[in-house]
């Protein structure tokens, strides 16, 4: 059997996609593109069985606006399908992205609930199921979407009690863990049973989309994300064109450093998200696709690719039809500030333009507000501008209090980052070195303790990171290699880490030490690039005095 390697793959949809023009737009008399296998039963008319298959393979996949139309077309069929209405509200909410469903989604949810429970065709299963997503819409005025989710993820594991061996069952309970372990401190705990579940599932059906996808997600954590790489690795084969499926392995290879293959992995879920239409007007190929352009542009990064870097800004600002949301409002936000500080761009940095799209409601989303900020105060104090840095940080410091004041701790937490950073590179500017180490620190341990959220592929610098840098600037190259070394580990083979710790190892006259990082960062530098630390790598190690 002939086994296709990555990049081979990536070779071959390129040129699949090159043919055919458009994977999406096909007929309903032609076959359609593999997605997976599930097999759900429900006690609607025979007509609709396989197309309800096809609708929940798509929401395993979080392919939301396609899996709606599915259930909507099902549910015009067979209007006594009372599991269809079911299907629809799951499409309303999106349990591990960043998005919160509005008023109308709210209320359009409900009334799916209520069309569902007032039909009769229904089994104890499929009631249950139903009375899920009736936990999650009930009240559409309650806009606590903790409380709405901690509703779903306990109504789901008391469906899970009752049919413990249902395929089904154990996917959409493993997806309910997922979620609750974002709401806490013990993610760990979360993604470890849900992984758990995934792979019973996958024991039975590899084709299974939910297994795979939700061990992936399981997997995204520090502490899982060795785990099962051939199953993360076959997620691409069983819907090969599917953007989302494409993409979700290199959550994986970002954690792993492999650049290479999270670049190959993204630039198919970008190409094939601009075949991937929903709606009138397609947004949903622009949501997918500045999500992956966000991927690549990290990991070309950490290549010291600058110039592929740059051209996925391009690609995003290229673009029309912007869909409005958190996901597109955090990928403008957040990839010019990455472009920035990655090169230590300060000038470019301090200069970003905070809301800088109209198209986006920004007084909904102030984490990818805070992120502009944060690359302005940093950018700006290292440009001697105090006066700039204190109106970043009052900024960031009044984006947080907005979070906190509805809720919403995770994204809260991941301001809260933001502003612990800006307020050390301060400190430090004004020569209080204590405060300065202190708020980094501080920054450092919360870090750690919140759960990367998967809208982004690492934070956009990492604190441990930065408290390196601030004390290579302090003279503390022993505690500097200590703090990069621990970036290292949460955010293996990043460029700027890898070389903090070369230059703190030779501060220190840790030859050999040195010798192996500055080897570390030539090893993923990309060729060609002129970032000045391949450079400096490629003199050391080239030198006489680091063979001692």
Avoid at 65 to 76: T, V
Avoid at 213 to 226: C, K, M, T
Avoid at 347 to 364: G, Y
Avoid at 533 to 539: K, N
Wanted: glycine content about 6%; some cysteine.
């Amino acid at each position: 059997m002939i086994r296709l390697t990555w990049s081979d793959f990536f070779l071959t949809l390129t040129l699949m996609i090159s043919l055919t023009g458009s994977v999406f737009s096909q007929q309903l008399d032609k076959p359609e593109p593999p997605i997976g296998k599930v097999q759900y039963e429900i006690s609607c008319s025979d007509e609709v069985g396989p197309a309800f298959n096809e609708a929940v393979s798509l929401l395993h996949h979080m392919t939301y606006p396609q899996a709606k139309a599915s259930f909507e077309k099902i549910a015009a069929i067979d209007p006594e399908c009372a599991i269809a209405y079911w299907g629809i509200g799951m499409t309303l909410f999106q349990p591990l992205w960043p998005t919160r469903p509005g008023p109308n989604e709210l209320q359009e949810g409900w009334e799916m609930v209520l069309k569902a429970k007032s039909l009769t065709s229904q089994t104890k299963r499929e009631q249950l199921f139903i009375a899920t997503t009736e936990a999650f819409f009930r009240n559409p005025k309650n806009t606590d979407y903790r409380e709405r989710i901690r509703s779903w993820a306990d109504a789901t594991e008391k469906l899970y009690r009752e049919f413990p061996d249902d395929t089904e069952v154990k996917a959409f309970f493993a997806l309910s863990l997922l979620a609750a372990g974002q709401l806490g401190s013990q993610g760990l705990d979360y993604n470890n049973r849900a992984a758990q579940v995934a792979l019973s599932i996958h024991a039975t059906n590899p084709l299974h989309p939910g297994a795979i996808h939700y061990l992936i997600h399981a997997n995204d954590i520090q502490g899982r994300e060795h785990g099962s790489l051939d199953i993360v690795r076959s997620y691409h084969t069983i819907a090969p064109h599917n953007p989302h499926a494409l993409h979700m392995p290199t959550h994986i290879f970002i954690r792993l450093g492999n650049w290479q293959e999270a670049i190959d992995g993204n630039l198919m879920a970008a190409e094939a998200a601009l075949l991937h239409s929903a709606g009138d007007n397609g947004q949903y190929v622009w949501d997918e696709y500045s999500h992956a352009l966000e991927y690549l542009l990290y990991a070309y990064l950490q290549q010291g690719a600058d110039e592929s870097a740059f051209e996925q800004l391009r690609l995003l600002y290229s673009r029309g039809n912007l869909q409005p949301t958190f996901k597109t409002a955090f990928n403008l936000a957040s990839m010019p500030a990455r472009y920035a500080l990655e090169r230590k761009a300060w000038k470019e940095a301090a200069t970003l333009s905070p809301q800088a799209h109209n198209e986006i409601a920004w007084d909904r989303y102030p984490w990818p507000e805070a992120i502009t900020w944060f690359a302005r105060g940093i950018g700006a104090i290292h440009e001697g501008d105090h006066v700039e840095a204190r109106n970043a940080l009052k900024r960031i410091e009044e984006l947080e209090e907005t979070t906190d004041k509805v809720g919403e701790e995770l994204f809260r937490n991941q301001i809260r980052i933001l502003r612990l950073g800006v307020s050390s590179w301060i400190s430090h500017f004004e020569n209080n070195e204590e405060q300065a180490h202190e708020l980094m620190q501080a920054a450092a341990d919360l870090e750690v303790s919140t759960p990367k959220h998967p809208v982004t592929p690492a934070p956009t610098l990492p604190a441990h990171e930065l408290l390196g840098e601030l004390l290579m600037e302090q003279n503390k190259p022993l505690e500097a290699l200590d703090a990069f070394r621990k970036s290292l580990k949460l955010y293996p083979k990043r460029f700027n880490s890898l070389l903090g710790a070369a230059r703190a190892a030779q501060s220190l006259n840790h030859q050999q030490i040195a010798r192996e990082f500055y080897t570390g960062l030539l090893e993923i530098g990309a060729t060609g690039s002129d970032r000045s630390g391949l450079a400096e790598a490629r003199f050391y190690l080239s030198s006489d005095f680091d063979k001692n």
